[in-house]
T-cell receptor, first 115, second 117 residues
């Protein structure tokens, strides 16, 4: 049973470009969470999605960031017009239960570097 | 507003001795607490958890203690091994407050543990 799969592992973008980060949850998991870890900091919650729905985006920056989890395919975190401050490790986690569950299972992350 | 705090950025311990990692929280609605371990270039992996109805949970070399009145929890690793060297994150969740709970975890800043051979 494969774990949470994230790709790419490393992504380099120039300022102003778009970044697309993909996450395939564990088999049977329909709840996806995105976290961001800035250098020397902990993981900060960004957004929680179920299939086709955004449930909680309270941690998402109001501009340039969006997320989706379509009925078919992986969850996508999209960052438009990237800036240097977006450089961070972005982790996706999945859960079979969502709000009634407990622990989250994390992927290996995508390291975004903005030049 | 840092709801979960790990005030020690790093800890160094000799192999075979006890490692104690600490975590404080401010939100009284938190009722479920977890510890995650993270190696460089990898995602966090679940280590151990505790519900607020308990004050101790043990799993092999790992024990988590919860002091609700002090809003404090700690992770004890004994005996410590070099392979335990990693960043340890404390996390909390408010599972019983259905109207606001989405299952998200709130993380501390992490403590880097180094176990010396």
């Amino acid at each position: 049973n494969a774990g949470v799969m994230q790709n790419p592992r490393h992504l380099v973008r120039r300022r102003g470009q778009e970044a697309r980060l993909r996450c395939s949850p564990m088999k049977g998991h329909s709840h996806v969470y995105w976290y961001r870890q800035l250098p020397e900091e902990g993981l900060k919650f960004m957004v929680y999605l179920q299939k086709e729905n955004i449930i909680d985006e309270s941690g998402m920056p109001k501009e340039r960031f969006s997320a989706e989890f379509p009925k078919e395919g992986p969850s996508i975190l999209r960052i438009q017009q990237v800036v240097r401050g977006d450089s961070a490790a972005y982790f996706c986690a999945s859960s079979p239960f969502g709000p009634t569950g407990e622990k989250l299972f994390f992927g290996s992350g995508t390291q975004l570097s903005v030049l | 507003d840092q709801q979960v705090k790990q005030n020690s950025p790093s800890l160094s311990v000799q192999e075979g001795r006890i490692s104690i990692l600490n975590c404080d929280y401010t939100n009284s609605m938190f009722d479920y607490f977890l510890w995650y371990k993270k190696y460089p270039a990898e995602g966090p992996t679940f280590l151990i958890s505790i519900s607020s109805i308990k004050d101790k949970n043990e799993d092999g070399r790992f024990t988590v203690f919860l002091n609700k009145s002090a809003k404090h929890l700690s992770l004890h690793i004994v005996p410590s091994q070099p392979g335990d060297s990693a960043v340890y994150f404390c996390a909390a969740s408010a599972t019983q407050y259905v109207s606001s709970n989405t299952g998200k975890l709130i993380f501390g800043q992490g403590t880097t543990l180094q176990v010396k051979p």
